[in-house]
């Protein structure tokens, strides 16, 4: 009974999460290319070199491939051995489910969920799930204050009015991977302050009172113990997951160098062009939106408009296109595949399990015949 509310509530959410993604991605396509010509946009993508595009997809593809090299390699940490392909559709799941639900909600929840079917205990799969964004949170913060404290004449150049969106999503990362680190390194204050503000919510009646909501959440404090242990076993897996996901990040940052130089387009040096997209990926990682649709467009218009200059437009939509909207479409592919063969492993383990009960109902059989 319980079971299947909870379903339906899931089910209930995927379909709330899908209808929020149309209407964000309707509304951004109106924002952009309302009073523009389609035309011109789509003659000048026709008229950018293809062989720049190829490197482009690839950098999607090492982004996505990246992950799938953390989980099994953490995994192996672990004593489980998950094969690399599996790896990669979990992280295929992950990628999709992040793209089209508020904040990346989604990725996590359904990573777990596929690491089920592989019975992987829950507690492991959660832990190495959570150090996987605390690290990737990580990653971006020392992005972002890399650039306040090594460029910041370049960021009053570039940004300008839009200034205040940058240290916002910096700060908001800030605060996400502080409080990450509190749960996991001091889960006693954690516990203390999840307590004193689950009460503050419940007086106030921001909060309806629910028998054993408290519990469930002092229980969930236990897993960010068995991370911080992890984390105090593993320390060189820690940079080694650090500096991976650096690099996973950069790839897919140097989609936009590949879509300028695809225009023929000279002038801006390449680590300028990297680090203008990695801007935008702090400012809208934090943001309640898919993907950070619509912002990240608006952004991209203002922040790469003296770079592109009239090709600013089409530069949008194939930058956009290939380092957002390709990893959809692949990771949603590969999602797709994941549901067949994680589906064919699982009925194959049930047939396996059920094989020997046949075979002494069999013999059984035939004692009595």
Same mark, same amino acid.
């Given at each position: 009974?319980?079971?299947?509310?909870?379903?339906?509530?899931?089910?209930?959410?995927?379909?709330?999460?899908?209808?929020?993604?149309? #209407?964000?991605?309707?509304?951004?396509?109106?924002?952009?290319?309302?009073?523009?010509?389609?035309?011109?946009?789509?003659?000048?993508?026709?008229?950018?070199?293809?062989?720049?595009?190829?490197?482009?997809?690839? !950098?999607?593809?090492?982004?996505?491939?990246?992950?799938?090299?953390?989980?099994?390699?953490?995994?192996?940490? !672990?004593?489980?051995?998950?094969?690399?392909?599996?790896?990669?559709?979990?992280?295929?799941?992950?990628?999709?489910?992040? !793209?089209?639900?508020?904040?990346?909600?989604?990725?996590?929840?359904?990573?777990?969920?596929?690491?089920? @079917?592989? @019975?992987?205990?829950?507690?492991?799969?959660?832990?190495?799930?959570?150090?996987?964004?605390?690290?990737?949170?990580?990653?971006?913060?020392?992005?972002?204050?890399?650039?306040?404290?090594?460029?910041?004449?370049?960021?009053?150049?570039?940004?300008?009015?839009?200034?205040?969106?940058?240290?916002?999503?910096?700060?908001?990362?800030?605060?996400?991977?502080?409080?990450?680190?509190?749960?996991?390194?001091?889960?006693?204050?954690?516990?203390?302050?999840?307590?004193?503000?689950?009460?503050?919510?419940? @007086?106030?009646?921001?909060?309806?009172?629910?028998?054993?909501?408290?519990? @469930?959440?002092?229980?969930? %404090?236990?897993?960010?113990?068995?991370?911080?242990?992890?984390?105090?076993?593993?320390?060189?897996?820690?940079?080694?997951?650090?500096?991976?996901?650096?690099?996973?990040?950069?790839?897919?940052?140097? #989609?936009?160098?590949?879509?300028?130089?695809?225009?023929?387009?000279?002038?801006?040096? %390449?680590?300028?062009?990297?680090?203008?997209?990695?801007?935008?990926?702090?400012? #809208?990682?934090?943001?309640?939106?898919?993907?950070? %649709?619509?912002?990240?467009?608006?952004?991209?218009?203002?922040?790469?408009?003296?770079?592109?200059?009239?090709?600013?437009?089409?530069?949008? #939509?194939?930058?956009?296109?290939?380092?957002?909207?390709?990893?959809?479409?692949?990771?949603?592919?590969?999602?797709?595949?994941?549901?067949?063969?994680?589906?064919?492993?699982?009925?194959?383990?049930?047939?396996?399990?059920?094989?020997?009960?046949?075979?002494?109902?069999?013999?059984? !059989?035939?004692?009595?015949?």
């Amino acid at each position: 009974m319980q079971e299947g509310k909870e379903n339906r509530k899931s089910r209930k959410k995927i379909i709330l999460n899908t209808l929020l993604f149309f #209407v964000v991605f309707g509304l951004t396509l109106y924002g952009v290319f309302y009073g523009e010509d389609i035309g011109d946009i789509n003659e000048a993508i026709h008229q950018s070199r293809i062989q720049w595009l190829f490197p482009a997809i690839i !950098c999607v593809l090492v982004f996505i491939w990246g992950e799938s090299i953390i989980i099994w390699y953490m995994m192996r940490s !672990c004593g489980i051995h998950l094969k690399e392909r599996l790896c990669f559709l979990v992280s295929s799941v992950g990628f999709f489910f992040s !793209c089209v639900t508020p904040s990346a909600s989604g990725g996590q929840p359904m990573q777990i969920y596929f690491m089920k @079917k592989e @019975k992987i205990p829950i507690p492991v799969s959660t832990v190495i799930l959570m150090i996987v964004t605390i690290i990737y949170k990580l990653v971006l913060v020392a992005i972002g204050l890399g650039i306040v404290l090594f460029a910041r004449g370049f960021l009053n150049t570039y940004l300008g009015d839009v200034l205040f969106i940058f240290y916002l999503g910096l700060g908001l990362n800030i605060f996400c991977v502080t409080f990450m680190m509190i749960l996991v390194f001091h889960p006693f204050l954690a516990k203390r302050i999840m307590t004193l503000g689950h009460t503050i919510l419940e @007086k106030l009646h921001l909060l309806r009172k629910k028998e054993g909501r408290l519990a @469930k959440l002092e229980a969930s %404090m236990d897993m960010y113990n068995d991370t911080a242990a992890y984390i105090r076993q593993h320390p060189m897996l820690m940079l080694n997951v650090f500096l991976i996901t650096f690099g996973q990040r950069i790839a897919l940052f140097t #989609v936009t160098y590949f879509v300028y130089r695809a225009f023929s387009l000279t002038g801006t040096p %390449m680590i300028t062009l990297i680090t203008l997209q990695a801007v935008i990926a702090v400012s #809208v990682d934090m943001l309640p939106l898919p993907g950070g %649709m619509g912002i990240s467009e608006t952004l991209f218009l203002i922040i790469f408009a003296p770079v592109f200059g009239e090709l600013l437009l089409p530069g949008m #939509v194939l930058s956009r296109g290939l380092g957002y909207y390709s990893e959809l479409l692949i990771s949603a592919l590969f999602t797709l595949v994941a549901v067949v063969v994680f589906g064919r492993r699982e009925r194959a383990a049930r047939a396996h399990a059920a094989a020997p009960n046949l075979s002494e109902d069999e013999e059984i !059989c035939k004692k009595v015949g």
